[in-house]
């Protein structure tokens, strides 16, 4: 029988980790004032929006200090934990699950999401007979990373078509890198594929893919991820905190407020000027942010699933972790309402 694995590590090892982040120190700047200096990852070929609220001037003395780019959530929010950055950003059920095993991060604003023009779906070939959740036994769906949001989305879709825990326990997860997994879907490879992004929309435009079911289709639109940092830096730097998210903040309502072709015609420029030699050409396929909540102000469900999620798979203890231990809007100035 083969199993879904986790990409997360296991419980122990994430209260090691979290013990470990305990003994560092939040940065500061000389004499205790606030530093004013973030260290953070980027991702290859896009804009995040810490880089595109410092384009747009909205980060008011804050400086980026861009460390490399991240290869995955989970990742990119623990080395917030262990000290080695100052903020990341994560599905939410990896948030839940990393602060659950005791790691001192907050949520601080939502970052990423799916919506009806940008979403993930999970596709099979046009001749497969795979019609169904209960066709999938036995079957491998190929994803970028496991412990994350598209593990959740499969598995609440195997719950809600009726399978069983062993039956779910015979559905394979194979780790594949996205810019593969349209050629390992055709191969006979994977029988199903996860596809987002430049990557879905080049994959349709070459035809004999169709759609078995998308994240949309299980939870509507819905912010799927936020941008943490550790509670000691939060707790030295409110300020530059403060300064920090209104800048995200404003960078995703920019976004939100803009017409597709000013966001995509802002990203290329970002890319082609901040000199990392690489290929610009996947913001030309930005639809939107996804983000659901005006400036990615968090509401209190965009965890609350996940925790129930958690809940359900065994991950968490009933009370262990609640939605107002994983994130604030404090320092959001949309989560008013003004965005003033």
Request: hydrophobic residues 40%.
């Amino acid at each position: 029988m083969i199993k879904i694995r986790h990409a997360l590590p296991p419980l122990l090892a994430l209260t090691a980790l979290a013990a470990s982040a305990a003994c560092g120190t939040a940065e500061a700047g000389p004499g205790g004032a606030e530093t004013t200096e973030l260290r953070y990852q980027g991702s290859v070929g896009a804009v995040t929006f810490a880089e595109l609220a410092e384009d747009l001037g909205y980060l008011d003395g804050v400086r980026l200090r861009w460390i490399g780019n991240t290869t995955s959530g989970p990742q990119d929010i623990q080395s917030v934990a262990t000290g080695q950055t100052d903020v990341g950003g994560a599905f939410n059920g990896a948030i839940v699950k990393l602060r659950a095993a005791g790691a001192p991060i907050k949520a601080l604003v939502g970052y990423y999401g799916s919506d009806a023009r940008s979403f993930s779906g999970y596709y099979v070939t046009a001749d497969s007979p795979i019609r169904t959740a209960r066709d999938l036994i036995g079957k491998k769906i190929g994803v970028n990373t496991l412990g994350a949001h598209h593990e959740a989305v499969i598995k609440e879709y195997l719950k809600r078509g009726g399978l069983t825990t062993e039956e779910i326990d015979q559905v394979q997860l194979v780790v594949v890198p996205p810019v593969n997994t349209e050629q390992a879907l055709r191969q006979g490879r994977l029988d199903v594929g996860t596809l987002g992004g430049i990557l879905k929309d080049k994959a349709l435009e070459r035809g004999g893919l169709r759609p078995l079911f998308a994240d949309i289709d299980l939870f509507g639109p819905f912010t799927a991820g936020s941008v943490v940092m550790r509670d000691d830096f939060i707790a030295r730097n409110p300020g530059t905190v403060r300064k920090f998210v209104t800048g995200f903040a404003k960078a995703v309502a920019w976004t939100q407020t803009h017409t597709r072709e000013e966001v995509v015609a802002r990203y290329e420029r970002i890319i082609a000027g901040r000199g990392r030699g690489e290929d610009g050409e996947a913001v030309t396929y930005w639809k939107s942010s996804g983000v659901a909540g005006r400036g990615g102000v968090i509401a209190a469900g965009e965890f609350q699933t996940w925790i129930d999620w958690l809940l359900r798979e065994g991950d968490l203890r009933p009370g262990q972790v609640k939605p107002a231990d994983l994130y604030t809007n404090e320092f959001n100035p949309y989560a008013d309402g003004s965005g003033s």
